[in-house]
């Protein structure tokens, strides 16, 4: 372990990780909130355009990734808000066209082919530079003062948009911030896990968190703990294993789901019988529900 701090590459790394860890089950929160969970994937679609056009016009791939795939969250909230019985093929075409631009656009860049492609859809931790560093530590910063500063606005529009807008919420600017913060975060997150499997760190924890907590808090402060956990362990397993860390990262947040999952049934079913047979217990649990995830005024 003292060796592999020892490397100038491997404290990025870990940095990276770090951060990434913590920013993207922050947002991913909301998106499984609003039965969105592949829009990570979608944006990370885009972004390669984004990639691509820093190759061609010799800028940083990360800050062109940001501002094309920021882009391509905010139509893809207007298709959802305007497109209707033809949505989803609107944002398929939007996807696809997304990837298929990345690709023409990398070929045509004089110091870009699609090897350096790969190290974005894949990620390539080990190669993340100072400059990186800066930009991810920059975006999440922003990422984390979104996600945790309006995280009761974000969470009664994500459970209740009528709700929200009732109370005087501005329903449609907080789902451009959300759509928007989420592109961050997958730019954020794509030197690390890459971009074809970013949404899996954006939305795992959080699930896994889900089988152990009942609050909303309790279930962001879990889910965030679990992305730190996958990320420096995925990471630290790809220098010892010498194996790709993006997938080391989303093979060993499976596990953990499926750890915390096996744990947290028997939990689940003694809770349920306490729930059937009434008593002082059954009260409890019928009062914890109250502070769940289904009661946006309580976060």
């Known amino acids: 372990m003292t060796e592999m701090l020892g490397f100038a590459f491997m404290q990025r790394a870990l940095l990276a990780a770090l951060l990434v860890g913590i920013a993207a089950p922050a947002v991913g929160i909301y998106l499984v909130q609003r039965r969105q969970a592949i829009m990570g994937d979608g944006i990370g679609h885009v972004a390669l355009t984004g990639v691509a056009l820093g190759f061609l016009l010799s800028t940083n791939p990360v800050w062109m990734a940001v501002l094309v795939s920021s882009l391509g969250a905010i139509a893809m909230e207007l298709i959802r808000w305007y497109g209707k019985a033809r949505g989803d093929i609107a944002l398929s075409m939007l996807f696809y066209g997304g990837m298929a631009g990345g690709v023409m656009i990398i070929n045509l860049s004089p110091n870009g082919s699609n090897a350096n492609l790969t190290t974005y859809l894949f990620g390539s931790i080990t190669t993340v530079s100072q400059s990186d560093i800066v930009a991810i530590v920059c975006l999440s910063v922003f990422v984390l003062a979104v996600s945790l500063g309006l995280r009761r606005q974000l969470f009664a529009v994500c459970q209740d948009e009528e709700f929200a807008r009732v109370t005087g919420l501005p329903v449609r600017l907080l789902n451009l911030l959300l759509a928007v913060t989420a592109a961050v975060t997958v730019t954020v997150a794509m030197r690390v896990v890459g971009l074809l499997l970013v949404s899996a760190l954006m ?97």
């Open 203 to 299: 939305v795992i924890p959080v699930a896994a968190a889900q089988q152990a907590t009942r609050g909303f808090a309790a279930t962001l402060a879990l889910s965030v703990v679990f992305g730190v956990i996958v990320t420096l362990s995925g990471t630290t397993t790809s220098y010892f294993a010498d194996v790709p860390p993006g997938a080391s990262i989303v093979v060993l947040a499976i596990g953990l789901f499926i750890l915390t999952t096996a744990l947290a049934a028997p939990l689940a079913r003694r809770r349920a019988k306490a729930v059937a047979g009434g008593g002082r217990e059954g009260t409890l649990v019928a009062e914890g529900d109250e502070a769940g995830m289904d009661r946006p005024t309580r976060v």
